[in-house]
């Protein structure tokens, strides 16, 4: 059987490369430089794409506004061209020393989002031309609007993702009516679909002093016996939903909740520290019955998509429990 042609669209540092390609090849430059905003840091600006005939770009340059040439654009969002360039007086940031004093011709333009700058240069006096920087300012919008696309088809492709994920669990409660394997696979497609290492069901005791793990689909604490341990509602950011009825979300772009506590309570409890986690409250007759908890050890993003899908799949989870309360309504009376 022949094999069936897959259209593969070009990743977005491909084609940014390509596109410094072109530029370096249009103006007869001898290095062109994307600079974008970096991912820690709003106020910081990196190397998100460069065009060399040499191999002296500092990828790692990290350039803060006002700092040098590119830092003066991105502050001021304004086009600059310096022919005759002078060391002395100014300079680039991207290249060692040594290099860079063999740069005589440099321009540069803002994006128009104004988040970064394309700039390029060269090692020949009075290179560039006042036409030649409008037409720089075009691949500079050209660039902006790849980034842009690439961007949101990196939404469109998430959303696909959560909407395809939240099929799988509203299908779950038919093919597995028993509540342990619908729980387990329920935790599995959620882990899976955002992408969290670790996803587990915390539930309230029958005194609604402590609660416990009814579910995890990996184990979190290295000591085995601590998934069965009882946790204290008094303290941890779990307990504190449990006692608040309200949601948590905290990625790598939030402000750490609750004045910075642990996920679970209690001073004998060594949990693994999380840099990202959700903590969602499953309310029943007005009381947070269980608390869906998604943890992973690394910074994550926690979209606004990421965010509406755990909210409808838990809403698809409290729609079994109260079916199982029901039931058990029916058969005690």
């Known amino acids: 059987m022949p094999q069936r042609n897959t259209l593969r669209m070009p990743t977005e540092s491909v084609c940014l490369d390509s596109l410094l390609s072109i530029i370096c090849s249009v103006f007869d430059a001898y290095s062109a430089v994307l600079f974008l905003p970096g991912p820690d840091k709003e106020d910081e600006f990196v190397v998100a794409s460069c065009f060399s005939l040499g191999d002296d770009v500092d990828r790692g340059t990290v350039i803060t506004p006002g700092k040098g040439l ?10 600059l061209l310096i022919n005759n360039f002078d060391t002395k007086r ?5 290249y060692p020393a040594k290099k860079e004093s063999r740069i005589k011709a440099f321009m540069g333009a803002p994006l128009v989002t104004g988040r970064g700058a394309l700039c390029m ?15 720089l300012g075009l691949f500079a919008s050209l660039a902006a609007d790849i980034r842009h696309s690439s961007s949101r088809m990196a939404d469109d492709m998430t959303e696909h993702r959560f909407y395809r994920h939240l099929q799988r669990i509203s299908g779950l409660r038919r093919r597995h009516p028993r509540w342990d394997a619908f729980l387990s696979r329920f935790l ?20 609604g002093s ?48 609750s004045g910075g ?46 965010r509406t899908f755990v909210e409808m799949a838990v809403d698809n989870l409290g729609l079994f429990l109260e079916n199982l309360y029901l039931k058990t309504r029916v058969i005690d009376t």
């Open 121 to 135: 240069d060269s090692m020949r006096t009075y290179s560039f031309s006042d036409k030649e920087q409008k037409i």
């Open 210 to 257: 402590t609660y416990f793990l009814e579910g995890r689909n990996k184990d979190i604490f290295a000591q085995a016996d601590m998934h069965k341990a009882r946790f204290p509602m008094g303290g941890g950011l779990i307990g504190w939903v449990f006692n608040n009825g309200s949601p948590v979300y905290f990625g790598e772009s939030d402000a750490r909740p």
């Open 188 to 207: 599995e497609l959620m882990a899976e679909a955002t992408g969290f290492e670790h996803c587990f069901l915390a539930a309230r005791d029958e005194t």
């Open 70 to 79: 590119v830092g003066w654009i991105i502050r001021n969002r304004k086009p």
């Open 261 to 306: 506590k642990p996920l679970f309570g209690g001073k004998e409890v060594r949990a693994p520290a999380m840099k990202s986690f959700v903590c969602l409250p499953l309310v029943m007759h007005k009381k947070t019955r269980s608390v869906l908890v998604l943890a992973h050890p690394d910074p994550l993003p926690v979209p606004p998509a990421m």
């Open 90 to 94: 100014s300079h680039l940031g991207y």
